[in-house]
């Protein structure tokens, strides 16, 4: 089997950065590189890469409902309003990753996204603008591709855009995650019986 992919106890080959642990595979399949459009996932997912800087993915999946919960479901209008009081909340809560910066840095960025949504109607309609074309993406997508490439011309652009805007915990590595889970890049790797399904939802996507 070649590098990068994983053979499951059900006979499908995945990805293998999942390693077989149920909650892992489950977001493999049902979540990651799927297109997004709606807002708060978007905001979400932003901000969760954020808190996800210096740990791993599955240690913020695995906190993810005490995120939600400790952030207003993602709300960034309800985010944006958000004080001292629920900072000092924040850092008191078990449930979440309690780093004070990045807390912050939520607060900030929901503000951030109110002025996006403004200017462009949608935070999605924002993001989507930066879906790197046919010509920037490589012509087979395999496993070397992938940890040979953590950041792109596109995610620096818009982690430059992102930081201009004002926006905190964005840089380059951090965006094109954010990038790969959304859906923004199709990056299950050629094998994973979910590149089909995903190529196949992002051409039917009507684009914001």
């Known amino acids: 089997m070649a590098k990068g992919l994983l053979e499951g106890d059900d ?31 978007l905001f979400e997912k932003i901000c969760l890469e ?14 993810r409902e005490g995120f939600r919960a400790a952030f207003a479901g993602f709300d960034f ?8 009081d629920d900072i000092v909340r924040c850092l008191a809560d078990p449930g979440i990753v309690r780093h004070r910066g990045k807390i912050v840095s939520t607060i900030n960025n929901a503000r951030r996204a109110q002025a996006l949504r403004d200017e462009f109607g949608t935070l999605a309609r924002y993001f989507w ?3 790197p074309g046919p010509d920037e993406r490589p012509a ?3 496993w070397e591709t992938i940890v040979a490439n953590p950041t792109t011309p596109t995610s620096v652009r818009l982690s430059k ?9 964005v840089g380059p590595t951090t965006v094109y995650a954010f990038m790969q889970a959304m ?3 199709n990056d299950h790797v050629e094998g994973c019986f ?9 051409n039917r996507l009507e684009r914001p």
């Open 11 to 41: 006979g499908r080959v995945r990805c293998a950065w999942h390693g077989n642990l149920d909650d892992y595979r489950r977001y493999h399949d049902a979540e990651w590189g799927h297109p997004v459009v709606s807002d708060h996932r």
């Open 50 to 63: 954020g808190f996800q800087s210096g740990l791993s993915w599955l240690t913020i999946l695995r906190k």
């Open 77 to 84: 209008d309800k985010v944006a309003g958000f004080g001292d």
């Open 129 to 131: 603008s930066f879906e």
């Open 140 to 142: 087979r997508v395999d």
């Open 161 to 169: 855009d992102l930081k201009k805007r004002g926006w905190t915990f």
């Open 183 to 185: 859906g923004l890049v």
């Open 194 to 202: 979910c590149r089909a399904e995903v190529e196949e939802k992002r």
